[in-house]
């Protein structure tokens, strides 16, 4: 007899904790297959930053507005006789950028870099998985030149400045050249003119 009670007691107890169960059956789910179905991300979600660097100016302004000076730019100005094209809205591209690094470890997805960008190049994107265990992997280096190209801009750009250097030495030279040529000529105008003064000054 208290077999069969226990056994009731059992069963009915078994029934009440899959009522909850049996009622989430009739329910829409709402959790998800993650990661094989991602969830929709709301329109002015904030992600890892992306940056096209077909369009970046180098203007430096995204990286003077971010907070956390997570943003390193260098650059590099263009020599005469290269052409670095134009961005997408008409803006006319003068540097090289040989460095375009976001340290993602430190930003604080802010958005405040985005906004000044002139030719809207930088931009938070739909991407939220980039986990890393290094810290270092969470630079991201933007830059589309090869390490071979940005040494070659500098080196350029460097040999430029030497041999404008080098062609203002040769014409100030030319120029101190000329007026020393030029001096002993005036010398004798004067030594006239002093004659011509002191003729009087003689007769007197
Ligand atoms: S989102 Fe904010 S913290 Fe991140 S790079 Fe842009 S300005 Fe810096
Ligand atoms: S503000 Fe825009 S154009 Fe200027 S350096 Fe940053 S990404 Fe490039």
């Given at each position: 007899m208290t077999y069969f009670l226990k056994f009731w007691q059992g069963l009915g107890t078994i029934l009440i904790g899959m009522k909850v169960t049996f009622r989430h059956l009739f329910i829409p789910a709402?959790?998800?297959?993650?990661p094989s179905v991602k969830p929709e991300l709301p329109e002015r979600e904030r992600n890892r930053l992306y940056v096209n660097m077909d369009d970046?100016?180098?203007?430096l302004q995204c990286a003077r507005a971010c907070p956390v000076d997570c943003i390193e730019i260098e650059t590099v100005k263009s020599i005469p006789g290269e052409d670095l094209g134009k961005t997408s809205n008409g803006k006319k591209k003068a540097l090289w950028v040989t460095k375009f690094d976001i340290d993602i470890a430190k930003c604080c997805y802010c958005q405040l870099c985005v906004f000044p960008c002139p030719t809207e190049c930088i931009y938070m994107t739909d991407v939220y998985e980039f986990s890393e265990y290094e810290r270092e992997n969470l630079i991201f280096d933007f830059v589309t030149l090869t390490p071979d190209e940005r040494q070659e801009k500098k080196k350029n750009y460097e040999e430029f400045l030497i041999k404008k250097e080098a062609e203002k030495a040769e014409a100030a030279r030319k120029k101190a050249e000329e007026a020393a040529q030029k001096k002993p000529e005036n010398n004798k105008e004067e030594d006239k003119l002093n004659d011509k003064d002191d003729k009087p000054k003689e007769q007197e």
């Open positions: 709402v959790t998800i297959q993650y970046c100016i180098g203007c």
